[in-house]
């Protein structure tokens, strides 16, 4: 099992900037793939962005060129820095981590609590 803690959800103005961290526990960061999603109120959870254990990403089209996923395996840490930020990005954001890069909620079995990340004026 691994244990995820996100950080760095906030209020933004619409195209401001936020990098959202995810700390996982284990010594066996390096091998696992993480991604990212997002839940808006009433909606489903869905996928933003995931890196695979040899740091190739994945995107969601709706995220693509505003959004870059990064780890640091020294750290146990994965990023989500988000740009041009939008008010339909309003959303808890949450990290997941599994031996398999997956885009589906159902491909993760390691979650994270989430953060809240508000795009407004």
């Known amino acids: 099992q691994v244990q995820l803690i996100e950080s760095g959800g906030g209020l933004v103005q619409p195209g401001g900037s936020l990098r959202l961290s995810c700390v996982a526990s284990?010594?066996?960061?390096?091998?696992?793939?993480l991604g990212w999603f997002r839940q808006a109120p009433g909606k489903e959870r869905q996928f933003v962005a995931a890196i695979r254990w040899d740091r190739v990403p994945y995107y969601a089209e709706s995220v693509k060129g505003r959004f870059a996923v990064s780890r640091d395996n020294a750290k146990n840490t994965v990023y989500l820095q988000m740009n041009s930020l939008k008010p339909e990005d309003t959303a808890v954001y949450y990290c997941?981590?599994?031996?398999?890069?997956?885009?589906?909620?159902?491909?993760?079995?390691?979650w994270g609590q989430g953060t809240q990340v508000t795009v407004s004026s």
């Open positions: 997941a981590a599994d031996q398999k890069i997956s885009v589906s909620v159902d491909g993760y079995a390691n």
């Open positions: 284990g010594r066996t960061f390096s091998t696992y793939s």
